[in-house]
């Protein structure tokens, strides 16, 4: 009789272990925490684990995480934002969120937002914004521009051919910058994390 493949509960702890502490434990404490008899049961495991692609070795003779180790499951069915409809994980698509939200790594800062001024585009205090140095910027862009040495983040328009930056509450006033407008990035995306109570709430 055919033993049980335990390797896909066996990853899912250790991407639990790997989001508290943001390091991979060693094969001693592997053993450990998955309940193996011998730390020789937890190589076996990194092995195989290794030739699936979601772990790598470093130079120093440790693991470390793929991008397959960090991808989620992503459901196969669109969740309604109406009547409720079944959801399943099972067999859909596997993807990083940073495949998503993130074009170019080496130029892309994550910047927190403060203040309501675009609560009306859906820009909340507290959000994450994925921002996006070096990119080109156009007219309709929300971007984080430096004002007279301080950050704001805004909608970036033009009157008579000189910059202006818009909020999206109508209790702020829109910002015309008495000298240069320094950009500091594009705003190409953003999220935002809710407490356990809401984010399981459908």
């Known amino acids: 009789m055919a033993r049980p493949n335990n390797d896909p509960a066996y990853l899912n702890t250790l991407r639990d272990y790997y989001a508290e502490n943001r390091v ?3 094969y001693a404490k592997i053993a450990r925490l998955l309940g193996f008899r011998s730390k020789y049961a937890a190589v076996r495991l990194v092995q195989r684990l290794n030739r699936r692609g979601f772990l790598r070795r470093t130079g120093e003779n440790r693991i470390a995480p ?3 180790f960090l991808a989620r499951p992503m459901a196969q069915e669109k969740v309604a934002a109406g009547q409720p409809a079944a959801v399943s994980d099972a067999d859909g698509e596997v993807i990083s969120i940073d495949q998503v939200l993130i074009r170019n790594p080496s130029r892309t800062v994550l910047v927190c937002v403060k203040g309501d001024s675009m609560r ?3 820009i909340l205090d ?3 914004a994925v921002v996006e140095r ?3 910027v156009k007219t309709g862009d ?3 521009a430096i004002v007279d040495n301080e950050f704001t983040l ?14 999206h509450n109508p209790a702020y006033p829109m910002i015309r910058p ?3 407008l320094e950009i500091f990035g594009v705003v190409v995306a953003q999220f935002r994390r809710y407490a356990t109570k809401k984010a399981q709430a459908w």
């Open 24 to 26: 991979l434990p060693s």
């Open 66 to 68: 793929t991008e397959e």
């Open 120 to 122: 009306d585009v859906g």
């Open 126 to 128: 507290g959000d994450i």
């Open 134 to 136: 070096g990119a080109e």
């Open 142 to 144: 929300f971007v984080v």
């Open 154 to 167: 805004k909608e970036l328009g033009y009157e008579q051919g000189k910059p202006v930056l818009r909020p």
């Open 178 to 180: 008495k000298e240069d």
